[in-house]
């Protein structure tokens, strides 16, 4: 929390002990007329005049007792960390930084077999098994060849290769259909 004061004037004191069985409400009092001298500009400032409590205060018009200086209750200052405090908060700190350290190299070692690991897997999973190759390649693509270059001009040219890729496709479906039975 923060620091405050109790402020009590003798006014207050006074009325508290003397009169608690009067009306609680003051009569309102007309204060007399003062003439005011024009006053000269001055220059502005934030800062409020701060008036010495050996001075006494004046009091325009108010009749009684003189304005007494606040009082002030002194606040215990806050109390300082003993050096055995400071020790302990210094070794536990140092502590946690080892923790942190020791951590962050826990953390590189499980990202590195992480990434080795999901490497591995990548490797089995998705390696390609064998393929057979396909039969009568190198006679497909000539026929595609021919009819690129030949196609519309004169496609008969290209019967050569038309029939070398009949007969290999031929062959082959007789191939596998005797390894079937």
Not at 10 to 33: A, I
Not at 67 to 78: C, D, G, R, S, T
């Amino acid at each position: 929390m923060g620091d405050f004061s109790i402020q009590l004037s003798t006014n207050l004191v006074n009325r508290l002990v003397d009169d608690p069985e009067k009306s609680k409400k003051k009569t309102r009092r007309t204060k007399p007329k003062v003439i005011r001298e024009p006053q000269q500009p001055q220059p502005k400032i934030n800062q409020k005049k701060v008036s010495d409590d050996s001075e006494p205060l004046k009091d325009s018009g108010a009749r009684g007792w003189p304005i007494q200086p606040p009082v002030y209750m002194p606040v215990a200052p806050p109390s300082q960390p003993t050096s055995a405090d400071l020790d302990a908060i210094r070794s536990v700190h140092e502590e946690s930084l080892k923790i942190v350290e020791h951590l962050k190299k826990l953390e590189e070692n499980m990202a590195q077999e992480v990434t080795q690991r999901a490497k591995e897997l990548r490797d089995k999973e998705f390696k390609l098994p064998y393929q057979k190759p396909v039969p009568c390649l190198a006679q497909k693509e000539a026929c595609v060849n021919c009819y690129k270059e030949h196609g519309k001009e004169d496609p008969l040219k290209c019967a050569g290769f038309v029939n070398s890729y009949a007969n290999c496709t031929r062959r082959v479906r007789q191939q596998v259909s005797s390894g079937n039975k």
